[in-house]
């Protein structure tokens, strides 16, 4: 019979108070005997708001990870730390904006080696001192071997890639004709057939049965490509060999995107049924995601802007909780979140701490999830370097700056961000720009080196080239100054 895991001091005293008070209430207090939960975060990549069935996208649906919803916590205000990948992927695994570190600056990573350094604590090396065994199954692209990688950062476990993008069918960043294999098993390159999504699922289906073998509690991060470029369905194997560049132009359409989703939302369907059968469901706390705001087939209603850009479009997310027996099926909360809150969320489920020289940036969800806390208000910021974007969100209020054109926006009266209000409230125009200069002191300067290299998808994965975007035209509302952009 497995051993019960030990309760630290501050546990039984905080247990010790807490029951009286929970009895009171008629809730049931925490038996010192109950397991620390598994944790099992799923990302998509380039997901918009509304991709999802249950958040309204209409010519498909997404019934497995609806399900999450449907027995969990629907989060209505969730955003993204960043309106690209690497710098809010910076955030997840590290619960600080990303803007403390330099591969935080960089979208897309460049020739230069930049990466997540392995002395920083991560979600993975935080849980993992608490005796937590720890995988990443799919998505890296925090920096590249021999200095940054999964297991320089804590997991014990690594199956996917390290770049931004490879093909779903040759696994490569390039070509197919290029030596640009980019499939790892550990730290060892690997060459298996498949389409990659279905991959993804296959591995963490096995990691699910082998942990709940060895009764370990785990986190396991599962990040699929999915539905990132390239546009391939699961049978578009012909694709791969047509494309000039991953990113081409005139790639994909609403259907291979519908069908791409599909695809990911069967692999969350088995993932949830392989927790179902190794009897684990119940103590797995499931999270789904996405990284940032939505690419070119994306829904993003009923926000304005994409991928790349700090309107509402490129930042608002999907984020779905399932905690069985924790949190109320059916719920939803207006409480506004991001990305870096999922670390100190975890720690605090775990009973698990930061690490003081560290400190975390993100908010502890826990209130929200196990007792519908009200939401409580915040103030977020965000910066990117293409077009010199500015955001500020303080309660229901936006300061945004797109180069020289500056707005207010109420994002919850207006969150197609039409009507500007800096004039009518023009105190509150000037605290939040006067709150953004403040914080943008205290992070690292962006760097010029860093904005220098923006993709653009005529070119190979792996190739970037100078780009300086025009700016949009002055006078233009939001909507219509929409940043000019390549894809990264």
Not at 94 to 102: D, I, K
Not at 401 to 409: G, P, R, S
Not at 422 to 436: S, T
């Amino acid at each position: 019979m497995p051993k019960a895991p030990l309760l630290t001091r501050r546990q039984l005293l905080a247990a010790a108070a807490a029951s009286p008070l929970a009895l009171l209430l008629g809730a049931r207090p925490a038996r010192a005997a109950d397991p620390p939960p598994n944790f099992l975060f799923i990302l998509a990549d380039d997901f918009g708001y509304a991709d999802l069935s249950c958040y309204g996208r209409r010519d498909f649906t997404t019934p497995n990870i609806d399900r999450l919803g449907a027995e969990g916590m629907k989060f209505m205000q969730a955003y993204a730390n960043s309106a690209v990948c690497t710098a809010s992927r910076t955030a997840i695994i590290t619960g600080r904006y990303q803007y403390r570190l330099a591969v935080g600056l960089e979208e897309p990573l460049g020739n230069r080696n930049v990466g997540l350094p392995a002395s920083h604590p991560t979600m993975a090396s935080l849980l993992k001192k608490a005796g937590y065994g720890t995988t990443l199954i799919g998505k890296w692209h925090l920096g590249r071997l021999p200095d940054f990688g999964p297991l320089q950062s804590g997991y014990d476990h690594f199956f996917g890639f390290r770049g931004g993008a490879l093909d779903y069918f040759t696994h490569k960043s390039g070509l197919p004709s290029t030596d640009t294999d980019d499939l790892w098993d550990g730290d060892v390159k690997v060459h298996q057939n498949g389409y990659l999504t279905n991959l993804i699922g296959d591995r963490v289906t096995t990691e699910i049965r082998a942990y709940a073998r060895a009764r370990t509690p785990f986190l396991m991060s599962v990040h699929f490509n999915a539905p990132h470029w390239p546009w391939e369905g699961p049978d578009d194997e012909a694709e791969a060999q047509r494309l000039t560049g991953l990113g081409n132009f005139d790639a994909g359409t609403l259907a291979t995107y519908a069908k791409m989703v599909r695809q990911m939302d069967l692999q969350v369907g088995r993932i949830l049924k392989e927790l179902d059968s190794a009897g684990i469901a119940k103590n797995t706390v499931v999270v789904f995601t996405s990284d940032n705001g939505g690419e070119r087939f994306s829904d993003t209603w009923p926000f304005t802007g994409k991928k790349t850009e700090l309107l509402e479009g490129g930042l608002r997310i999907p984020a779905l909780v399932r905690w069985p027996g924790h949190i109320k099926p059916r719920s939803t909360t207006e409480q506004v979140a991001i990305s870096m809150d999922w670390v100190p969320t975890f720690l605090a489920a775990a009973g698990a701490q930061a690490d003081p020289a560290f400190p975390l940036d993100g908010m502890n969800l826990l209130p929200t999830l196990t007792q519908n806390a009200p939401p409580v208000s915040r103030k977020l910021f965000w910066r990117y370097h293409s077009n010199a974007q500015r955001a500020v969100r303080d309660g229901d209020m936006k300061y945004l700056k797109i180069n020289d054109n500056t707005f207010l926006f109420n994002v919850v009266a207006d969150p197609l961000e039409r009507a500007n209000l800096k004039a009518k409230q023009p105190d509150v125009f000037a605290r939040l720009a006067g709150d953004y200069e403040e914080w943008q002191k205290t992070m690292l300067p962006e760097d010029p080196a860093a904005a220098m290299y923006f993709f653009r998808p005529n070119q190979l994965a792996d190739h970037y080239v100078p780009f300086n975007p025009p700016a949009p035209a002055r006078g233009r509302g939001a909507a219509g100054a929409t940043p000019a952009r390549g894809e990264p």
